[in-house]
């Protein structure tokens, strides 16, 4: 570089001066509006994956409430993704700690999310679904057995030894009878009586009463593939005669 600077002349230092400095502004401008958010510069999320590393996931056990705790850094996927689900490894909770109780007699339920077959009825809300339909739904948990058998009998003993101290406080709380150990049931499904009302009147002529029928019919196949004990009632509502030709039920039979 020496060479270089003692072969070469200024002939004009004003027009060089002032280059030097629109130079200077466009550098400092470039730098400006250069994005330097760190989750932009950050492609890799390597900062999530170290603080993840540090604090753990913060995702908990939709069912019971217990916190994921395998190491997401381990994996290049992202956290949730088929190769890289979220898992209790040491164990699921009791379901009654998160407020689970057997649907009939209010009992706070004492099992494990390991212990729950496929074909057992859970209710979420106001839905009743099995649970290989739960865990479908939760699809970015792993809900196998991780631990033997033996290993999760031992953590089962623990947690029931735990609830024997907390569980009346947490029954208050949910609202669950407290018991310290559940009577074995069957896996069966409470048969339920659905009773759709149609609306057949002339606004819902034409398209309408084709997707009206189609959601029935898939309603109903749904239904029996599931072989459930169900019933189901349907009723065209434009064989009722409502006050004026309406089908506002509130104006109907009133409030």
Known sequence: MSQ???????????AFLETLMNEKDKIINYFIT???DFNILD?????????????????????CRRSCDID??????I???????HCCRLGHALRAMNGYRYEITDEASLVMCEHIQAEQIIVVGPIRKRWSEFKKDHYDWNFDL???VDELNRLHNKFLGVWAKIGPELCGKYGMKFVTTNILRPIEEIPLHYILLLDGF????????????????????????????NRISIIN??????????????NAFGP
């Open 146 to 148: 991780i631990m033997s």
């Open 72 to 77: 997401h850094t381990l994996f290049k996927s």
């Open 79 to 85: 956290p949730g993704s088929s190769d890289n689900q």
């Open 237 to 250: 509502l434009s064989i009722i005669a409502f006050p004026n030709g309406s089908t506002n039920f509130t």
């Open 43 to 63: 492609t890799k999320s390597t900062y999530k994956r170290l603080l993840d590393k540090v604090r753990g996931c913060l995702e908990k056990c939709p069912c």
């Open 34 to 36: 250069f994005p330097s």
């Open 202 to 229: 002339g606004s819902m002529k034409g398209q309408l009463w084709n997707d009206l029928l189609d959601g029935v019919k898939k309603f109903l196949k749904y239904r029996l593939l599931r072989n459930s004990a």
């Open 4 to 14: 270089i600077y003692n072969n070469i002349s200024i002939g004009n230092l004003t």
